[in-house]
C-alpha cells in the first residue's frame, strides 16, 4: 500500500513539474505572434557578430540602449529617400522627427511593468502611448497591429510579461527641426555605418509608463 501510494506522489509530482515546465498556451501564442511580428527586429538591438549584424538577446526587446547617444542624423536631400536608421535598427529619424524604440520588457521603472494588458489593448488600437498619450511614432506598424483581436493582443502581452526584466531607459522623442541634422556624409560625429537609409511606414516605443 505504501509503495502504490509512493508511485501515486512520484506521478503526481512528473505531472506536475512537466506541466511547469511547459508554458501557458497564452504565453506561447503571445511568443508565435511576437515572432511573426519581428517585434526583435527594431526592439532588440543589432550588434555586428562575426556573420554582420545580428540580435544582442542579452537586451532581448528592451530597446534603444540608453548608453547609445545618438548624433544629430543626416539630412536627406529633395527625393524618394524619407528616413534614416541607426545600425541598431533602435533610432529612427524622418519626417515624423527622431524616435527611439521602446522597453517592452517588465521592468517596472523603464518598461511595461505597470502597464496592465488593457493599456497595451489601447495603445494599439489608437495608435498612442497607453491609448491617451503621445502618438506611437513611425515606424512602429500600429495601422497593422490595430487589426488583431483582443485575445492576441492580451497573449502578446502575457508573453513579455515572462521576459527578463531590463533596467534601460529609452530617451524621449524628438519633434521634427529640434535635432540640427546634418548633411549625409558631413561630420555627423557617427562612426561609419552607424546610419542605414530607407523608406518608411509609420513607431515609436510605447514609453515607460510614469512618462504618459
Sequence with gaps: MRKMKALACSVTLVVASVAAAKPPAIVARGEHLVLLGGCNDCHTPL??????????????????????????????????????????????????GVSYTSNLTPDADTGLGKWTAQNF??????????????????????????????????????????????????????????????PVGGESGAPPGSVGTGSAEPSERPASPPRP
Design 47 to 96: 550588434k555586428m557578430g562575426p556573420q554582420g549584424p545580428a540580435p544582442d538577446l542579452t537586451r532581448m526587446l528592451s530597446g534603444h540602449p540608453q548608453e547609445l547617444a545618438m548624433p544629430p542624423p543626416p539630412r536627406l536631400a529633395e527625393g524618394p529617400w524619407t528616413y534614416v536608421a541607426a545600425a541598431t535598427m533602435t533610432a529612427w529619424s524622418g519626417p515624423w
Design 121 to 182: 489593448i489601447e495603445a494599439m488600437r489608437s495608435g498612442r502611448h497607453m491609448g491617451r498619450g503621445r502618438p506611437i511614432l513611425p515606424p512602429m506598424p500600429v495601422q497593422a497591429l490595430a487589426k488583431l483581436s483582443d485575445a492576441e493582443l492580451k497573449a502578446i502581452f502575457a508573453y513579455l510579461r515572462t521576459i527578463p526584466a531590463i533596467k534601460n531607459r529609452v530617451p524621449d522623442p524628438v519633434a521634427p527641426g529640434v535635432a540640427a541634422a546634418q
